[in-house]
């Protein structure tokens, strides 16, 4: 047993006043008048033994009424674990684990999750003792290595208090046991024999994915005597449907040109729901709507083709309609459209004759604007790359090391290349100078001889066999309707004219070598390959035409544009980041003075650029909102990236409370050190029954009353005895 208020079992002591009082009365003389002997016998043989018992019963009952009046201010409780009724003594730790993720803003019967969980939260804080710690803990903190000195256990509880009436919801989502694992490391710097950790969370299903999946081997974090209070929130069913990713498949990104937005769309309410509509913004404009179909528990996607007349950072979002969680109907994008793109092409001017032409050929309206410039191989430098969005190179083979080493800077910072073999067909020096130092597929030999006659005529030729015409070089380039199936692909071939190869070089392909046009000989004639952030296109053919006749092809001169407003569009294309990340911002635009980068909210970050090459970089953390981020530089905008939710905070499914204790038991915790606290409301009643044991005061103090009432009978009855002797 176990007294929550110990110190006023000094109160016993009154016990002993009612035994002093009986030992009083028996001293004091009582005068009886009597009429005969016989009633004297008669008296001192029954009444006087009847008096003395009730006596001891009156003195029995009153010390029995003042012990139970003690007890009962003293709050006995009774708790089954030794150990625990002896370290309830001790001074605690407690780490209070809250959930602060976005999903918590959804509202049941009881009003918001968050709000529940504040005031659960306050509650637990009213259990603190003097000398007791108490540490507050965010689920969004423990991504933040920089918030490990402000959860320190404190004994303040003022302080914490006002720190979780400032909690507000946070985007950024976190996994259960990266939770539990952080509270390890919090509890363990405590010295109190009793530590306690309560976990404050609405136990979305969201939390547990890949939890235990994610760590197979057992972990033993915690001592034995920590114990666990589960305070899971929530009883109504939410009905939520979430945007949980959007892709943008390549594709030539340019004004007037389709591009393809693809999104996943989450049911997470146990209701089927037809024809849920999903909008596509393109700068804060509705271009495109689509009604979707899903089944309680499965996402389906939703495929758009949009175009956009304007250049530059295309802002985009989908958007649902309303349902209980407002926070997942929304996600971001951006898509570049450049309106010119500078294109450097090296090589001799009797190799470049025919890719000059068609470049040159490119019209404004046709797309994105060429701004070229040409320069020889020889004098080609980094100068020459720092503005250039794509590199046309001819002859890659007489390249120096150091030329080669800067196209390989160039490449992997997000610049792309187009290349084609000199007409001298040198593979030896092709691989030693070029393809070994940019690690790119090498020359293993040359297919067909030399041709006899200027125009190139011969009799033996290949061409064109096979052609990926699902790749975004082709997407809208034929009349054809898209292909469905190889059957298609292959009818599909014979609309392309393809051109008489008599020479071309034959690539060691790799794992990382995407065949994009085949020749009928087996080998590739264009190739893609990535390297880092950038992208090569390699062509097994010269562009002239003793090598073929393709200079002399209509696809010539649209497969090279294509080519080229591929690769540039690629480079500024954003990618999916998620809130709470640490990323890192690249430009190869050379700029001076710091970035500046300005979140959704309007709140702008500056930063000073590191170089590295002909890139400059900044590593920027502070994505704690959802929504567009702007970088720029001066007037001019560097880049814009989207920062969005992780797709399982749209996961409002409940998870089980077994599921929650079958993760901490594999972290180590045993299942009788486990509580679960159902209703948030009488979270201070059963965190005291699980800490001491079951509260005995209202037993005792009915124990009491009894008592009294029987005391009350007894006196009564003596009294009405006593009265006709003593008349």
Request: hydrophobic share 40%.
């Amino acid at each position: 047993m176990t007294f929550l208020n110990p110190a006023l079992l000094l109160g016993l002591i009154a016990a002993a006043i009612p035994i002093l009082l009986h030992l009083l009365n028996l001293r004091r003389l009582r005068t009886i008048e009597f009429s005969t002997l016989t009633f004297l016998k008669e008296l001192q043989r029954t009444r006087i033994r009847r008096l003395k018992i009730r006596q001891l019963l009156l003195m029995v009952l009153r010390t029995l009424l003042v012990m139970l009046l003690v007890l009962a201010f003293a709050r006995p409780t009774l708790k089954g674990s030794i150990m625990g009724s002896i370290g309830s003594h001790g001074k605690t730790t407690i780490v209070l684990l809250i959930d602060d993720s976005f999903s918590m803003t959804v509202s049941d019967q009881q009003g918001e999750l968050l709000k529940q969980a504040k005031q659960t939260a306050l509650a637990i804080i009213g259990l603190l003792k003097e000398g007791d710690e108490v540490s507050l803990v965010k689920f969004s903190d423990v991504k933040r290595p920089s918030m490990e000195r402000q959860h320190a256990p404190s004994r303040d509880p003022q302080l914490v208090s006002r720190t979780i009436e400032e909690l507000k919801p946070s985007p950024i989502h976190t996994k259960l046991i990266d939770a539990l694992r952080y509270s390890a490391k919090v509890i363990a710097g405590s010295a109190n024999f009793n530590r306690e950790i309560y976990l404050v969370s609405d136990f979305q299903r969201g939390l547990l994915e890949r939890s235990v999946t994610s760590t197979p081997d057992a972990e033993s974090l915690f001592p034995t005597e920590v114990r666990f209070f589960l305070m899971p929130l929530g009883k109504r069913p939410v009905q939520n449907f979430g945007v949980e990713a959007i892709t943008i498949p390549g594709a030539i990104f340019e004004r007037g040109k389709p591009f393809t937005v693809k999104a996943q769309i989450g049911n997470y309410s146990g209701e089927k729901a037809q024809n849920h509509l999903v909008g596509l913004f393109l700068n804060g404009t509705r271009v495109a709507q689509r009604g979707v179909d899903l089944l309680p528990g499965t996402s389906s996607e939703v495929e758009f083709s949009v175009t956009s007349g304007e250049t530059g950072f295309v802002e985009g979002f989908l958007e649902l309609e309303d349902d209980d969680a407002q926070y997942d109907n929304r996600r971001s994008f951006t898509v570049y459209l450049p309106e010119r793109i500078n294109v450097l092409l090296a090589g001799t001017e009797a190799e470049t004759r025919y890719v000059r032409l068609a470049l040159a050929a490119r019209e404004s309206h046709d797309g994105s604007a060429f701004d070229l410039q040409e320069v020889s191989v020889e004098g080609l430098g980094s100068t020459h790359l720092r503005d250039a969005h794509v590199l046309v190179l001819v002859a890659p083979e007489i390249l120096s090391s150091a030329q080669a080493n800067q196209i390989g800077t160039f490449v992997a910072n997000g610049g792309g290349l187009i290349v084609f073999p000199g007409t001298g067909g040198r593979t030896e020096q092709f691989n030693t100078s070029f393809a070994s130092q940019l690690k790119l597929p090498s020359v293993i030999g040359v297919d067909g001889a030399p041709p006899q006659t200027p125009n190139g005529n011969a009799e033996s030729f290949v061409e064109f066999d096979r052609i990926e015409l699902r790749h975004p070089l082709f997407q809208g380039m034929f009349d054809a309707p898209e292909p469905t199936g190889a059957a298609q692909d292959r009818g599909r071939q014979r609309t392309v004219e393809s051109p008489r190869i008599l020479r071309s070089i034959r690539y060691a392909l790799s794992a990382q070598s995407n065949q994009i046009i085949t020749l009928t000989n087996g080998s590739a004639f264009l190739l893609e390959h990535q390297k880092e952030s950038g992208r090569i296109l390699m062509f097994a053919v010269a562009p002239d035409l003793p090598w073929s006749d393709f200079p002399l092809k209509g696809l010539f001169v649209p497969l090279l544009h294509r080519s080229v407003s591929y690769l540039a569009g690629e480079q500024h294309q954003s990618m999916d980041y998620l809130a709470g990340d640490a990323i890192t911002i690249r430009s190869v635009l050379r700029t001076s003075g710091p970035w500046t980068i300005r979140n959704p909210s309007m709140i702008e970050v500056v930063a000073t650029p590191r170089s590295r090459g002909a890139q400059q970089s900044v590593r920027f953390g502070e994505t704690e909102a959802v929504g567009l981020y702007t970088v720029s530089a001066g007037t001019g905008v560097i880049r814009k990236f989207a920062v969005n939710l992780h797709r399982d905070e749209s996961n409002t499914m409940p998870s089980e409370p077994s599921d929650v204790k079958v993760l901490l038991e594999h972290m180590g915790v045993e299942p009788s050190a486990i509580s679960l606290i159902d209703h948030p409301q009488e979270a201070q009643r059963l965190v005291l029954e699980s800490r001491f044991g079951v509260e005995l005061w209202k037993h005792l103090l009915i124990a009491a009353l009894l008592v009294a009432m029987a005391e009350m009978i007894v006196a009564r009855i003596s009294k009405q005895e006593l009265t006709p002797v003593s008349s």
